[in-house]
């Protein structure tokens, strides 16, 4: 009867394998399929009906592994920054110092042949360059190995928010063979890194032969000083295996992700092993985003099958040990479990969620790993599928409705607040900044270490004001030795459209210094005060200051030189700064009467005074003030 067994199961098995192979040989043999009649491509439909727009979702398209072709590359590897007109809205005016597509890289639009090689050619060139952004416009990029982002570099798409079209805009098609691990696949990256706006799909992955595969985002493991500050922002995932990870053994610092939407087939996120505040916010873990997925280069779920395997085997997101960081605007559903708190190798989570809302779950938030010294607070939100608390660390509930009952290891180890009304308390999440108008000046400046760029600089931005726009600086050291004024609707704006700090070990080569860097020697000894003119003032209204970081090389805690003038003054309203940092000054950033003020992704150590902001309606979020800077 035994032997009987055996050799069913061992049939069941091989037929599985060969059905698999079968698939996997269909969809990689790009030739073979474009030789099949239209008679032989069936596919099945689905149609839509939403607001009364009719959109058609096709299941089985043949799709051509491109696999074993690259185009040539005639590139210089030399950067141009350059204005881009981007096909959806933007937060910010989006300027590029290399667009591989029009820099002759070897990275194809169309997704027939291999882009790897052109897009990490173009990353590197980025980085050598002084650091920068790396745009790949709206198009199907076809990659088959890791892609690796260094220290100072973002790459940049043009995105379409899932939630408003299904034409994505920068798809990344990850033609790689399956590997089941916790690591790096499609993209890896540095600290002080950005990786923005792109959609990432499998082509190779079906529900009929689920491949594993690593994490699509992945933070590379190391010194945790090259790992301070990733920010990954405005992606979508169709259908991953894994999401975004971290390490579970190798420390990182500040991890910022923002605006995530995805479906998944193991874990969306992975959120370990991070010292310092760090902010994950604005994710959806969804299945229609593989359901309703309508490019040409993709193929749509089973809705019915999908929705049964997630309940079963997918969660959501996995957080182990993250140092105070702030979880806002999650929504997961459909899944095994929501959230889940796991053990950490230095603490465990200590932290807090807002505006939770698991849905469809079968264990909503499970609470595995919790340090027993701080708890976390979980406030207005709505959960499905129930509270477990495994831990010896407090959960407060403020203004949390659970449906699926509350259980505790500990007797009053979750404790529910019913007094708590935050339903006043309403965050808008996406209210940025005023951006200024798509003109671009581009300031060459001196960058020996020793010529003073300041009129330099100024004359640039005087011939900005009149149009408004944005004053560019590209990646440099420069030298400044008298202020700076900007004007209402200008942005000064250096290398880095992501947070950045300094990192003295940036990557294994010892090279340190990309970015955009200003080194202050204006009203940094002790003839000056607070109240004196600013290094730079923004003067106008909507004015700003993105991407540069300020440093005092002068003043030092060793020879006991702290005094300086504000890095930073706003005399009007709107005014921002943002993914800037400022080092060795005495004071920081001053608003005090800043309508509207903005200030984001900012990294400071001021020996006084980090910040003084007033006025009505400003936001101060994602910064850090910390002497590690």
């Given amino acids: 009867m035994k032997k009987w067994i055996i050799c069913l199961l061992t049939c069941v098995m091989l037929c599985s394998l060969v059905a698999c192979g079968n698939k996997l040989e269909t969809e990689t043999h790009g030739n073979q399929q474009e030789q099949q009649t239209e008679q032989e491509q069936q596919t099945e439909k689905e149609t839509e009906n939403e607001n009364g727009n009719e959109t058609e979702i096709v299941q089985n398209k043949k799709l051509v592994d491109p696999r074993g072709k690259t185009l040539k590359s005639t590139a210089t590897g030399i950067s141009k920054p350059q204005l881009v007109n981007t096909k959806y809205e933007t937060e910010d005016v989006v300027v590029a110092d290399f667009v591989p597509t029009k820099m ?19 990353l590197y060139d980025c980085y050598n360059a002084g650091g920068g952004t790396v745009y790949l416009p709206a198009g199907n990029y076809a990659i088959s190995s890791t892609i690796h982002v260094p220290p100072y570099v973002s790459l940049r798409g043009d995105w379409q928010d899932p939630d408003k079209g299904t034409e994505y805009g920068t798809i990344i098609s990850v033609w790689m063979e399956g590997e089941d691990y916790e690591g790096a696949g499609a993209f890896e990256i540095s600290g002080c890194s950005g990786i923005v706006g792109l959609t990432i799909y499998y082509p190779m992955q079906t529900l009929d032969c689920i491949i594993p595969y690593p994490y699509a985002i992945f933070v590379e493991e190391g010194d945790v000083i090259s790992k301070m500050l990733i ?347 943002v993914n800037s940092m400022i080092m060795a000054s005495a004071y920081g950033v001053d608003f005090k009467d800043c309508d509207n003020h903005y200030v984001s992704g900012v990294t400071t150590c001021c020996y006084y005074n980090g910040y003084r902001l007033g006025g009505k309606n400003g936001r101060l979020l994602n910064c850090l003030h910390n002497p590690s800077v």
């Fill in 104 to 122: 002759g890289y070897a990275v194809d639009p169309t997704g027939k042949t291999d882009s790897t090689a052109g897009i990490q050619k173009a």
């Fill in 231 to 577: 920010t990954v922002k405005n992606i979508t995932i169709i259908n991953g295996y894994r999401g975004i990870g971290t390490s579970k053994t190798t420390n990182h610092e500040s991890i910022h992700v923002d605006n995530v939407k995805g479906t998944f087939l193991k874990c969306g996120f992975l959120l370990t092993n991070a010292s310092d505040a760090g902010t994950v916010s604005r994710i959806i873990v969804n299945n229609k985003y593989w359901k309703e997925a309508a490019a040409d280069c993709m193929n749509a779920v089973d809705p019915d099958m999908i929705d049964a395997y997630t309940k079963k085997y997918v969660t959501g997101m996995q957080i182990g040990d993250l140092e105070w960081q702030t979880i806002n605007n999650i929504a997961v559903d459909g899944c095994a479990i929501g959230i889940q708190t796991i053990s950490g190798v230095r603490i465990y989570f200590c932290g807090t969620f807002y505006d939770l809302n698991i849905t469809n779950c079968e264990q909503g938030l499970l609470f595995d790993g919790l340090d027993y010294r701080w708890g976390c607070c979980v406030a207005n939100s709505y959960i499905e599928g129930g509270l477990i608390n495994n831990t010896e660390g407090r959960v407060k509930l403020c203004d949390v409705e659970i449906v699926g009952g509350i259980k505790e290891l500990k007797k009053n180890y979750v404790i529910v607040d019913e007094k708590s009304d935050l339903s006043q308390y309403k965050i808008n999440y996406d209210k940025p900044y005023v951006k200024p108008a798509s003109n671009l000046w581009i300031a060459e400046l001196p960058n020996d270490l020793e010529t003073d760029a300041s009129a330099a600089l100024q004359t640039v931005i005087n011939k900005a004001e009149k149009k408004g726009g944005v004053v560019y600086v590209p990646g440099g050291i420069y030298c400044f030795r008298s202020p700076i004024r900007v004007p209402a609707g200008v942005e000064l704006r250096g290398a880095t459209s992501v947070p950045t700090r300094e990192v003295l070990r940036a990557t294994s080569d010892g090279k340190a210094g990309q970015g955009t860097i200003f080194y202050c020697y204006y009203g940094d000894d002790n003839s000056y005060n607070k109240d004196d003119q600013a290094f730079i003032t923004l003067a106008g209204k909507n004015s700003g200051l993105n991407g540069i970081r300020i440093i005092y090389p002068e003043n030092s805690s060793l020879t006991g030189e702290y005094m300086s003038t504000y890095a930073v003054r706003g005399t009007a309203s709107g005014v921002y700064v």
